[in-house]
Every structure is written in structure tokens, then in C-alpha cells.
């Protein structure tokens, strides 16, 4: 018998801001934003904001441990935006951010959109994140939406 592989093992659902776990996760991916970004470059949502019609949002679970959440913004009919991605700690480096990236982009596929863009920081401590988004195909590109050029960010984005 084969063993389970992470695709297996991780389930993912649509939405989950009522969950202590999700409200959790939101909060630390704030402070982490605002722990290596200055203000005017955080561009991470809030539960409230999180709320906000045309964004999706997703959380993976493993058994009943929270394991990573993600959403996605129709920011046109054929251009998306991945939002609020985020790995709970106990979690990384364990493909569990893989398994989300790939439903994200699936979901924003099955949306319509021809277009997936993404804003990060560029500082180290957001160098895993970049690295997942590249291996995903995302390159470099300017501001899109209401980005602007900004030394601490860093916009990417991939065709669908």
C-alpha cells in the first residue's frame, strides 16, 4: 500500500473567519507583515478586510489542525490576486503551501481568469515565499491594481 502523499492528508475548504484558529492565523500574519515591512508597505488583510466581496477565501486543514490559509481577489474578469497566504509554523516546509498555491490557482482558473498576480515582500524574510511563487512559474512585474513601486514589495504574476 502506498503512503499517503500531502495532497492526500491536507483538505481544503472555502472560507473559516469564524474559526479561532483562522481569526489566529490572521492576526500573526499581520504582525509578521508589520514585523518585517514597514507601515505603508503591509499590504496584509485583516479579518474584517478578508470579508470584502470578490475575495475568496480558503483554509487547509490537516485532520482538525489548521494548517495554512489563502485567498484569491477577482481583481478584473480575467486577471485574479493571491491574498493572505499564509503557513501555520508547525506547518512549513512540509508542501502544505504547494497544496494551497495549486487550489488558489485552480480556483482563480475556474473563475475565468486568463492572469494570476501576487504582492510580497522583498525583504529576506520573505524569500521562501518568492521562491514558492517562481517555482509556481510567477515572475517579476510591475505594480499592478492600486500597487505602487515601492522598495519593500514585489509584485509577481503568471498566465494561467
Same mark, same amino acid.
Given at each position: 500500500?502506498?503512503?499517503?502523499?500531502?495532497?492526500?492528508?491536507? %483538505?481544503?475548504?472555502?472560507?473559516?473567519?469564524?474559526?479561532?484558529?483562522?481569526?489566529?492565523?490572521? +492576526?500573526?500574519? #499581520?504582525?509578521? =507583515? !508589520?514585523?518585517?515591512?514597514?507601515?505603508?508597505?503591509?499590504?496584509?488583510?485583516?479579518?474584517?478586510?478578508?470579508?470584502?466581496?470578490?475575495?475568496?477565501?480558503?483554509?487547509?486543514?490537516?485532520?482538525?489542525?489548521?494548517?495554512?490559509?489563502?485567498?484569491?481577489?477577482?481583481?478584473?474578469?480575467d486577471h485574479a490576486e493571491l491574498k493572505s497566504m %499564509?503557513?501555520?509554523?508547525?506547518?512549513?516546509?512540509?508542501?502544505?503551501?504547494?497544496?494551497?498555491? +495549486?487550489?488558489? #490557482?485552480?480556483? =482563480? !482558473?475556474?473563475?475565468?481568469?486568463?492572469?494570476?498576480?501576487?504582492?510580497?515582500?522583498?525583504?529576506?524574510?520573505?524569500?521562501?515565499?518568492?521562491?514558492?511563487?517562481?517555482?509556481?512559474?510567477?515572475?517579476?512585474?510591475?505594480?499592478?491594481?492600486?500597487?505602487?513601486?515601492?522598495?519593500?514589495?514585489?509584485?509577481?504574476?503568471?498566465?494561467?
Open positions: 500500500m502506498a503512503t499517503p502523499g500531502i495532497n492526500d492528508i491536507v %483538505r481544503i475548504q472555502e472560507g473559516g473567519l469564524e474559526h479561532p484558529a483562522v481569526i489566529a492565523l490572521v +492576526r500573526q500574519h #499581520l504582525a509578521s =507583515a !508589520a514585523e518585517h515591512s514597514p507601515p505603508e508597505s503591509v499590504h496584509a488583510l485583516g479579518v474584517e478586510r478578508l470579508r470584502q466581496p470578490g475575495l475568496r477565501l480558503f483554509t487547509a486543514w490537516v485532520g482538525d489542525e489548521l494548517a495554512a490559509m489563502g485567498a484569491v481577489k477577482r481583481l478584473a474578469a %499564509r503557513t501555520v509554523d508547525a506547518f512549513q516546509r512540509r508542501g502544505i503551501a504547494a497544496v494551497m498555491l +495549486r487550489h488558489l #490557482l485552480q480556483v =482563480a !482558473a475556474d473563475m475565468g481568469c486568463k492572469r494570476v498576480s501576487l504582492e510580497t515582500g522583498s525583504m529576506a524574510a520573505f524569500a521562501p515565499a518568492r521562491a514558492l511563487y517562481a517555482r509556481f512559474g510567477f515572475v517579476v512585474c510591475p505594480p499592478f491594481g492600486d500597487y505602487r513601486a515601492d522598495p519593500c514589495s514585489v509584485c509577481m504574476t503568471r498566465m494561467l
